[in-house]
């Protein structure tokens, strides 16, 4: 199907400063016969800075990638060279893109990435908390208990994990990180990075919910949170309790503790209270 002359070029844009677009990603977004937007109208407003206007843009959002990914593919099959781009940052990360990539893979085409901005990169190598493992995890669900759901399941988890946030739910979100992961976890608050408002702001999860929680100009813009990940004592804890759960169902309290205490670090009684609890 393919003549291997077309390529789908995978392009991040800045995240709020106007020159960080590479000079690679501008010279090929110049050249390509056309650009595959999240939104257009923001698409012109930037290729206008860029002095990209005259490239043609069609829209490729979440409500329509299934169909779009067909059209795409066919103009990279038929030779065309197209670019895909979202509002900011790097596309397919918390953005559309994931299934026309998918699509061109299955299909064979070239796809090829032009690297930039990311956000979530951005606050991790601002953040102060280890970043030899991290896990990106994008939105939280915006609802409190589903959030907390959501959190619980992470809790344990010994990477560093990043956050996106909406402005209007970060208060709630830091409640709950501090319900969930504890008063003294580690976060850092990572704000309009790159834009004149930019603030980054580590703290004890607790402690960064009260400054937030004080001062609204720090629920505005565009927030990622960065959040240590648990000690290994917590890690350790929360296996021992899931696999305590699990023989609770079948063994009496004080058999499912003795086995616990015996393959883990802790002793008998620990696991007793804990499953009468
Ligand atoms: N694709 C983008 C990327 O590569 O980062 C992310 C798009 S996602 C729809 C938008 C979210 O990214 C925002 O709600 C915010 O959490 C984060 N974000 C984007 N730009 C940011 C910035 N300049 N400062 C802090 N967070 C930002």
Redo the contacts with the bound molecule.
Sequence with gaps: MSNHTGVLYVV?LP??HGDDLSTRARSVLASVDMVYAEDTRQWQRSASHWGLATVASRSLHEHNETARAQEVCALVASGKSVALV??????????PGYRVVAHAQQLGLRVSPLPG???????LSVSGIASDQFVFC??APSTGAARRRWLSERASWVSTQI?????HRIVAMLDDIVGCHGAAREVTL??????TY?TVRRAEAAALREWVYNDTQQQR????LVVAGASAQVAEAAQWQAIADDLAQQLPPSHSAKLVAKWFDVSKREVYQYLQR
């Design positions: 991040a995240i709020g979202s509002d900011a940052g790097t596309p397919l990360i918390s953005d901005a990311c956000a979530a990169v951005a606050a994008g939105f956050y996106y946030e909406a402005p990572c704000r309009e990075l790159t834009k930019e813009g565009e927030i990622v």
